[in-house]
């Protein structure tokens, strides 16, 4: 299998190919019997996911608890158009805002930790901000969640466009936050910085003893990573007009981990991939049985099992070869 | 002033003791080896300078600083490198993007989250010299990970020189060498040593390879001093010769 070299994180083909399907996907997506909120929601999801692997395949360190910044992502869109300003942008920054303060300080008591322990005590934050959703009913709606308000057309002054009941103009828009945040990660990592990223997850000893202040870069990598997944999560909520406690709840952020590591974490755009899989596999199995979940997980255990890279790793070894 | 002060510095493991008050005073652009048998604490001792654990009692004097607390990578801003006993590097990567992350570290560009063409250019320039002076040249784009030992042990060597340090620390770089590449890496740490007056601490079981290289040696055993001098006073050693010498014989 040929090596993509470290600052070249996917070949320039395979950007391509996944750029003209994403930018022409309203327009064929009816015609193989599917429908533009779909492909919304995969590309939202597919940015949580590719969030999630800037740490995980490029920093090397596991977290199951982005849910707890994807579902901080929702709730600040949601509370700011439903409480504050009838703004879709403003209600983005918003959550951004609210996920990355968060990802802030408690990142700054995690980074100490490594391993399976850093993968639990994420999981443990993430559940108290479930629990602070689902009981603070007055404030969140609690179980029954946020509803009772709408993302708001874009105004540019000179026009506006009409994201709230056009569904293709919300894809554009959706696809236009995905660009500008996959576009910040991608170019992160072919930085100097991205390359003490890399170098952390390859061996760590090495790195600190190369003049690297692990804890420090650790924690950076941590709130960019936390940063795009709460955008995602507030592009999440303006997609359904809603969201609700289970935004934030650790199995969401298990269904993360299983899309970047079914995709291919090794990969910039195998997260996506597995977004695409997941999602597909949810909407049309889901329909033809209750248990869907069991079908997914079936296909995760496989994958893991036969293609450790990944769906993307296995289409790349082909080609390469 | 010492580059390098190690004042009466311990180290405990539980009830083990396996550094016990060793000093040690490095002066600037002197090679000095550290032998003893295996278990004396040598890599401990080493662990204690570049500030993997700090010691139990005792101070770490660094170029008139007081280091002891210090974290690692401070060390390495100030001017300490080190390789270790066994590999540390990044297998999975080229010889190439092994080295650009340090020559990147030491012109503090660690945060920078992009790089002008200029910038690039140096960075990639000085990578070249790296691999030139290590012999490196011929297999830049190659995974480390799959190159002989030698060149491993090399390409460790070209990453701390990256650093631009002051202080290199050796932990037994020819270990598990064959005899040309012994020869080789000796050829290169003599350069350094010689050429470009870096004062180095080598920790070595290679005799040819100490006597050959070293200004003066100290020898620990089980944790303490046994003996320091030239390597002329340290080959006449009954003590040494009892405890070290004699054993290898
Ligand atoms: N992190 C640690 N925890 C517990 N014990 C340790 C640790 N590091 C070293 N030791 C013990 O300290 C003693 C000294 O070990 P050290 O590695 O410093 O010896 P050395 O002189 O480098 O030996 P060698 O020539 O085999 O490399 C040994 O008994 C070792 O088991
Ligand atoms: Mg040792």
Redesign the interface.
């Known amino acids: 299998m040929k ?1 993509l ?3 070249r994180l996917s070949s320039r083909t395979s950007s391509a190919i996944i750029w003209i399907v994403l930018l022409t996907l309203p327009l064929w997506m009816r015609a193989v019997g599917s429908y533009t909120e779909l492909g919304t929601q995969v590309v939202v999801l597919a940015l949580a996911a590719m969030a999630l692997n800037f740490l995980l395949g490029f920093t090397g360190t596991l977290s199951f608890g982005h849910a707890a910044y994807f579902g901080l992502g929702a709730y600040g869109a949601a509370m700011t158009i439903k409480y504050l300003v009838p703004s879709t942008p403003l209600a983005i920054l918003v959550g951004m805002a609210a996920g990355t303060i968060a990802a802030m300080i408690i990142g700054a008591l995690i980074v100490k930790l490594r391993g399976v322990y850093f993968a639990m005590v994420t999981i443990a934050f993430g559940q108290v901000f479930y629990f602070i959703t689902f009981r603070w009913n007055t404030v969140t709606g609690g179980d029954d969640g946020l509803s009772g308000w709408h993302r708001i057309p874009l105004n540019l002054g000179f026009t506006t466009i009409d994201i709230e009941h056009d569904g293709k103009a919300f894809y554009y828009f959706v696809l236009l936050c995905f660009a500008l945040s996959v576009g910040v990660m991608a ?2 990592l072919r ?6 990223l ?2 952390i997850r ?2 760590e ?9 692990i804890e420090r ?1 650790l924690w ?1 990598s941590f709130v960019i990573s936390c940063l795009f997944a709460s955008v995602a999560g507030a592009l999440y909520a303006l997609l359904n007009n809603f969201t609700d406690p289970r935004a934030l709840y650790w199995g969401q952020s298990g269904n993360f981990v299983i899309m970047a590591v079914l995709g291919g974490m090794r990969s910039f755009w195998g997260p996506l991939i597995g977004a695409a899989i997941f999602v597909v596999l949810q909407d049309y199995v889901s329909s033809h049985t209750e248990n869907w979940m069991s079908f997914v997980g079936l296909f995760f255990v496989l994958v893991v099992l036969f293609f450790p890279r990944g769906v993307l790793g296995i289409i790349r070894r082909r080609t390469m070869r | 002033m010492s580059l390098l002060d190690v004042q009466n510095v311990s180290r405990h493991f539980g009830s083990l003791v396996a550094v016990n008050g060793v000093s040690l005073a490095v002066e600037r652009g002197e090679l000095r080896a550290v032998i003893g048998p295996n278990g004396a604490g040598k890599t401990t001792f080493f662990n204690l300078i570049s500030g993997f654990f700090p010691p139990t009692s005792g101070r770490i004097v660094f170029d008139g600083v007081d280091v002891t607390q210090l974290p690692v990578h401070e060390r390495v801003v100030m001017g300490m490198a080190r390789t270790f006993q066994i590999t540390e590097i990044f297998p999975e990567f080229s010889v190439r993007e092994n080295l650009r992350i340090p020559v990147e570290v030491a012109a503090g560009y660690r945060l920078r989250p992009w790089m002008s063409h200029t910038d690039d250019g140096e960075m990639r320039a000085r990578v070249v010299e790296l691999m030139e002076m290590g012999g490196l040249t011929d297999k830049a784009d190659r995974l480390v990970g799959e190159l002989p030992h030698g060149d491993q042990r090399a390409t460790e060597i070209m990453m701390a020189l990256a650093l631009k340090p002051r202080l290199l620390l050796l932990d037994e770089p020819t270990a598990g060498m064959g005899d040309q590449e012994t020869y080789d890496i000796t050829r290169l740490i003599r350069r350094l040593h010689k050429d470009q007056g870096l004062t180095i601490v080598l920790i070595e079981h290679d005799m040819r390879v100490i006597f050959h290289l070293a200004d003066r040696i100290m020898v620990l055993a089980e944790g303490a001093v046994l003996a320091e001098g030239t390597p002329d006073q340290i080959a006449n050693d009954e003590r040494v010769q009892a405890a070290y010498l004699g054993k290898a014989a």
């Open positions: 090596r070299p470290v600052n170019f992160l930085s100097p910085f991205g390359r003490t890399l170098a390859e061996n000893r090495r790195a600190r003893f190369l003049g690297i202040p870069h950076l």
